[in-house]
């Protein structure tokens, strides 16, 4: 079974507004970390933003911020006012604390495909 | 920015020969990975390695191993290259494995083998 789906292949958006891009997550553990990175076209893998299980705030940097909602299982991506620059892929990822040290390694989802249309 | 850089960036290869990629990393960080990238599998992880000689397996580790002889250099070798082998590959560091730690990524190495 999948442990993190993103469910949306591809989205589109209007320069200036905002978009959300889902995330849900399946997990046991009481603690694990959520994380969202850009992959641009030009194809590096940039790290966004970061969630913890604990965290009662949700995450912000800058334009970016976590809509965390833990009971539903769900860290969705909010990238306000979109700039053509955000177009790229976007990947959801987590790390449960279950499997010791250095087995305690990234799950990723298959990824967003964000166009940010002028 | 990390410091990690990956190289080549790009190569075209034989069916059968051997290749090697390398990731040079410049912040001491204790964690190294090696991931391949293909449409409709997104990043699988292949090796990664915790320490100096202390590597261990990803889920898609056939057909590769790797070497850590230096805490900044991570190889990643195809024994034999195979064409399901062409792909992007990224090399990726992290501090520790916390809950919190999340990895920083090379540009990637475009590899073909035909």
């Known amino acids: 079974a999948q442990k993190i789906t993103q469910t949306q292949p591809g989205m589109f958006v209007q320069e200036k507004e905002a978009v959300t891009l889902d995330c849900t997550y399946d997990?046991?553990?009481?603690?694990?970390?959520l994380f969202w990175y850009k992959q641009p076209s030009s194809g590096e893998m940039i790290f966004l933003i970061y969630?913890?299980?604990?965290d009662e705030q949700n995450a912000t940097e800058g334009r970016y911020s976590l809509n965390f909602q833990k009971a539903r299982k769900s860290a969705n991506l909010v990238i306000s006012a979109s700039q053509l620059g955000d177009s790229a892929m976007y990947f959801c990822?987590?790390?449960?604390?279950?499997?010791?040290?250095?087995?305690?390694?990234?799950?990723w989802g298959l990824g967003t495909s964000l166009a940010v249309n002028p | 920015d990390a410091g990690i850089t990956q190289s080549p960036r790009h190569k075209v290869t034989e069916t059968g020969t051997p290749v090697t990629l390398r990731c040079h990393q410049t912040?001491?960080?204790?964690?190294m990975y090696w991931y391949r990238q293909d449409p409709g599998h997104g990043l699988r992880l292949i090796h990664y390695?915790?320490?100096?000689?202390?590597?261990d397996k990803g889920e898609v580790s056939d057909g590769y191993s790797v070497s850590r002889s230096k805490t900044e250099d991570f190889l990643l070798t195809l024994e034999s290259a195979t064409s399901s082998q062409t792909s992007v590959y990224f090399c990726?560091?992290?501090?520790?494995?916390?809950?919190?730690?999340?990895?920083?990524f090379g540009n990637g190495t475009r590899l073909t083998v035909t």
């Open positions: 969630q913890g299980s604990y």
């Open positions: 990726a560091i992290s501090a520790g494995t916390g809950v919190n730690s999340p990895l920083h």
């Open positions: 997990t046991s553990d009481q603690s694990y970390g």
């Open positions: 390695s915790y320490g100096v000689k202390d590597t």
């Open positions: 990822a987590m790390r449960e604390a279950d499997n010791a040290g250095n087995n305690r390694k990234l799950i």
């Open positions: 912040e001491n960080h204790r964690y």
